[in-house]
């Protein structure tokens, strides 16, 4: 599936992306953490979290004690959106045209995983999941469950610390989500 992907043209993000970005993890894992879109490092490397909110990620969810290498990790959009500024490339968040036309993509990989649970990092990958905006913040610890069973988890996505410029704020932030990723931990062994 992921080399299938390699040619998506099912929006005009494969235009002016590097590459698609699809997930990755084992074939069986039980949770899905689904991100908003690649980022300017992973439409680089070509993997999802690999750039400054994927190091928080990867950080938070080694002290709540959940092993990145048993999990799937993949975003709701394939291709980095973004606008051009100098010789930067600025994250532009996607559309609900392009994140209908990336959930075919998303549903195959659930397909083939199989997991338990669906873990949405903020607005986007919670609309893509759950087929509706949602509002995170108010939402945020919650295990929804979908008509076809699977239960949607909801918090942020770990960029949002990076936002925060008070020190005390983004601590206390962080906290929070290391908190989401302990209950994440706790459903995963459900």
């Known amino acids: 599936m992921r080399e299938v992907a390699k040619a998506c043209h099912r929006c005009p993000l494969w235009r002016d992306a590097t590459q698609t970005v699809f997930g990755e993890g084992p074939d069986g894992a039980k949770v899905i953490f689904v991100g908003e879109q690649p ?5 680089l490397a070509g993997a999802p979290f690999v750039g400054p909110a994927g190091r928080v990620f990867d950080a938070i969810l080694e002290d709540a004690g959940v092993d990145r290498q048993k999990v799937y990790v993949t ?3 394939k291709h980095f959106k973004f606008e051009p500024r100098g010789k930067r490339r600025i994250h532009s968040k996607p559309n609900a045209g392009e994140i209908q036309a990336c959930r075919w993509w998303l549903d195959q990989e659930f ?9 949405a990092l903020g607005a986007t990958a919670a609309l893509s999941l759950l087929g509706k905006a949602v509002p995170v913040t108010k939402m945020r610890g919650q295990a929804i469950e979908r008509e076809d069973g699977m239960r949607v988890f909801i918090t942020i996505h770990p960029s949002f610390i990076l936002r925060i410029r008070d020190r005390a704020d983004k601590e206390a932030e962080r906290e929070r989500f290391l908190d989401d990723m302990k209950q994440v931990k706790r459903l995963m062994a459900a």
């Open 39 to 43: 980022g300017d490092q992973e439409d």
């Open 75 to 77: 975003n709701a959009v």
């Open 111 to 119: 397909g083939l995983i199989k997991p338990n649970l669906a873990v």
